[in-house]
């Protein structure tokens, strides 16, 4: 019998993505300025969307927000990237709960959107490649979350199910969506946020990537 997966997002689900941006954002300003405004700080959050926004985007906000020379503004993403991850901290009681995810039969796989190379330097920065059975990254594959066919190779890679699995995460376009076109249960981590309207709805909502497992397994103990 193949396990069920347990899907979940890396960026703001396991890896505290938005908390290393403003630590990045504190230091760069520091080291340019002399020191890190926090309506600057919060410009550059709102630049940067979660990480979200298409990069080029992001660094003409970057350069207009910080006066940013030509030369600056054509690595200011690749400052970004390098900062964001160097301030990368663990987030309490993720390894815990992906380790209980698999004692109670789930197959944790983190399915992602980005580029392959920062997203592995985040998991290997996090110590997390022992508590997943692997990761699929949208650029490696070539299709990208919410198309289910993400979801679709990440249970082939793993030999698992997409029968009773789920999914976790913060987005709820390219999580929660996703997860509804794959017939995959869901989670979505509130992170403070109002759910967005049009969206098709989540099967739980949690305030942590804990609790969201909490539910999962609660929910998930009579299919296994």
């Not at 309506?39 to 080029?56: C, E, F, N, T, Y």
Request: glycine share 8%; aromatic share 6%.
């Amino acid at each position: 019998m193949r396990m069920p997966m347990l899907f979940v997002d890396l960026d703001n689900t396991i890896s505290d993505r938005a908390s290393s941006f403003r630590r990045w954002a504190h230091t760069y300003l520091t080291d340019r300025f002399g020191r890190a405004d926090e309506q600057l700080i919060s410009a550059m959050v709102v630049a940067d969307g979660d990480g979200l926004r298409h990069k080029p985007e992001v660094a003409a906000d970057l350069a207009r927000l910080l006066d940013l020379t030509p030369a600056e503004q054509a690595e200011i993403i690749v400052v970004l990237r390098a900062g964001t991850l160097d301030e990368l901290q663990p987030t309490p009681g993720i390894i815990e709960s992906l380790d209980a995810a698999r004692a109670a039969g789930f197959e944790p796989f983190i399915v992602t959107n980005g580029r392959p190379s920062q997203q592995e330097g985040k998991i290997a920065k996090l110590g997390l490649a022992d508590h997943v059975a692997d990761m699929v990254v949208s650029e490696a594959v070539g299709v990208a979350k919410p198309d289910p066919e993400i979801f679709r190779i990440a249970a082939r890679q793993a030999g698992g199910s997409l029968d009773d699995g789920w999914m976790v995460g913060d987005s709820a376009e390219a999580d929660i969506r996703g997860a509804v076109a794959s017939g995959l249960r869901s989670v979505w981590l509130r992170r403070g946020r109002e759910y967005p309207t049009g969206m098709p709805d989540p099967t739980h909502v949690a305030d942590s990537f804990v609790e969201a497992v909490g539910l999962v397994l609660s929910d998930g103990a009579s299919a296994l």
